[in-house]
């Protein structure tokens, strides 16, 4: 099986989440992609997150009826700070014969080789950066002179539409009690008013 990882926070998930994990479902000819919401971020551990309960609730109802869609909860079950190496890792030996490849937004390669052991990552799944609109793709001998020839060979690039979604932008919409319509699927949206997340 072809299987795409995206993690992250998704606090909360909104369409630019989406959109990404289909176009790289697409381009990349995946069979599933699991969205991986993390238990403690380790570059966000100074910013109190929604419980996970209620984010996992979020993206259930947000990719509820896409068959090659599911959420895991293999960080939420984890102690300690959600480092992707210890993921996909653990993730490979449920099941070696699985083919990884691991989403990420091509902005974040600028701060790839800081992340937990990026070339064993680069060994685990091969790494998806997916570039946002008509943004200049990151150099490659950049990326070899960042991450090493063998890491920076296993990175491939996705494209998608220029959304400019945030999370940041929907909790400071929320906090606001201004409308989050079209930038969020629409039981999100309901979710997010219902149980006052962001207040």
Known sequence: MRLGIYGGSFDPIHYGHLVLAEQ???QCELD???FVPSRL????QDRQLASAAARVEMLEFAIAGHAAFRVSRIELERDGPSYTVQTLQA???????????????????ADFAGWR????IA?????VAVNRGDRPLPDRAWL????????AARIRFASMPGIDISGSDLRRRAAA???????TPRAVEVYITEHQLYL
Do not use: I, N
């Open 24 to 26: 790289c479902r697409e």
């Open 32 to 34: 599933e992609v699991w």
């Open 41 to 44: 971020p380790p570059h966000k």
């Open 91 to 109: 993730l490979r030996d449920e099941d070696p014969d699985r083919e990884l490849f691991f989403l990420m937004g091509a902005d974040s390669l």
């Open 117 to 120: 052991e990026p070339q064993r």
């Open 123 to 127: 060994e685990l799944a091969h790494v």
């Open 144 to 151: 070899v002179e960042r991450l090493g020839a063998e890491t």
């Open 177 to 183: 009690g201004l409308s989050l319509r079209y930038l």
